[in-house]
């Protein structure tokens, strides 16, 4: 075999290099298991802000709507019961109007449209029984291609009909997407600013651990006149001044050698 094939063949069964755990600085391992932890509990914590912002922003906005309704239920009652037109279709423009309002319309006992703010009227709300015209519910929709939270109200428990209002599903959605992601947006804020907290830390923390390392590698080369001058009452001063015991003893030792 020749030896351009054995360099080919060595080329093709080298493996990239890799960093193991093991090789990382003891500095970038700290920072990394403290960010790793706070990105993890951060993540946990959006999550679960997330599902209660929304459900409770969701709850929000049906109460919202159930207000809405009764308040026009309440309004129209007089003018339903004397049928008139004219301050129906006004009070319907009205609510008709309000931000993220769909539609705004009242039924009689028997199905008929009242007054409404669609012109024209939908068919695809032309779906209610009898029975289910006299309950308050909510439900959603479809009107001309887009999503509608449609929210039933009735006028004097039914006896005079039902109050219907509907809120854009879309403006809905974009209220509460815009509001939970300012909330996950603070808290990943305060993740990043977490993260740099504790690389921080690492580094403060590591700081005597580096300065004990080069005094160990001084005397390992023989410079025995530097002191060790880490002070601290912890295990690394302990551990310097152990060192330092160390290093006076070497370099009594060495005098000794030299007098002899």
């Known amino acids: 075999m020749s030896q351009e094939s054995i360099s080919i063949e060595g080329t093709k069964t080298r493996k990239p290099l890799s960093l193991p755990w093991g090789a990382a600085s003891l500095k970038w391992k700290i920072g990394a298991s403290f960010s790793g932890l706070i990105l993890l509990l951060g993540a946990l914590v959006i999550g679960i802000v997330y599902y209660l912002t929304d459900s409770a922003l969701h709850r929000q906005v049906d109460l919202r709507a159930v207000a809405i309704a ?136 590591i700081q005597p651990i580096l300065e004990l390392k080069a005094s160990a590698d001084e005397i390992s080369r023989g410079q025995l006149d530097t002191p060790v001058t880490i002070q601290s009452n912890d295990e690394v001063g302990e551990l310097a001044r152990s060192l330092e015991r160390m290093r006076a003893s070497l370099k009594a030792a060495m005098i000794r050698l030299s007098r002899d």
């Open 70 to 205: 009764t308040n026009l239920s309440d309004a129209s009652a007089a003018y339903v019961s004397r049928r008139n037109t004219l301050e129906l279709d006004a009070l319907i423009a009205k609510y008709g109007r309000l931000n993220g309002v769909a539609y705004a319309y009242i039924q009689d006992p028997k199905g008929e449209i009242v007054a409404t703010s669609l012109q024209p009227f939908p068919s695809e709300l032309k779906d209610l029984t009898g029975i289910e015209r006299r309950t308050a519910n909510s439900r959603v929709t479809t009107i001309r291609g887009k999503s509608v939270y449609d929210t039933r109200v009735p006028v004097l428990e039914g006896q005079l009909g039902t109050v219907h209002v509907g809120l854009w599903a879309d403006s809905v959605q974009a209220d509460v997407r815009g509001t939970v992601l300012t909330i996950v947006g603070l808290i990943a804020l305060c993740l990043a600013a977490g993260i740099g907290l504790s690389l921080l830390l690492a580094s403060k923390a």
